[in-house]
């Protein structure tokens, strides 16, 4: 009997990337995941979020399945909530090196109380919502 393979963690080196075919134009990319799933560290229980990306590109853009597998490996991952957002835009930045780049993380109520962190590159430059 086999043992199952321990899930591999979390790297950008999973983020792939393909040419802006537009790098003379800004304009705005927003992507919604709603299925964000990481691990409290503290209590062992999973927490679950939604992640809105929204960026300008420059030179490259994500490409969304390599993305969803890379959000993916967080599943088993112990981190709060702050960091794992810090985490995920320090990758996305050092990977596609956008314009601008905010991530707003918005966690489902545990306890009764729910968190949203807001991160952006340049830090403090937020975008503003789609709408």
Do not use: W
């Amino acid at each position: 009997m086999s043992t199952p393979a321990t899930p591999a963690p979390p790297s950008r080196d999973h983020l792939e990337v393909f040419p802006n075919q537009n790098p003379g134009r800004d304009y705005q990319i927003e992507i919604v995941c709603p299925e964000f799933t990481s691990v409290c560290p503290k209590t062992g229980q999973p927490d679950f979020g939604t992640l809105t990306f929204r960026y300008v590109p420059d030179a490259l853009i994500v490409e969304l399945k390599s993305l969803k597998l890379y959000l993916q490996a967080f599943r088993n991952e112990g981190i709060f909530y702050e960091n794992v957002t810090n985490r995920i835009l320090d990758d996305l930045v050092a990977v596609l090196k956008p314009r601008r780049m905010t991530l707003v993380a918005h966690f489902t109520p545990r306890g009764g109380i729910s968190s949203r962190i807001v991160v952006s590159h340049p830090s403090g430059e937020h975008l503003p919502a789609a709408g």
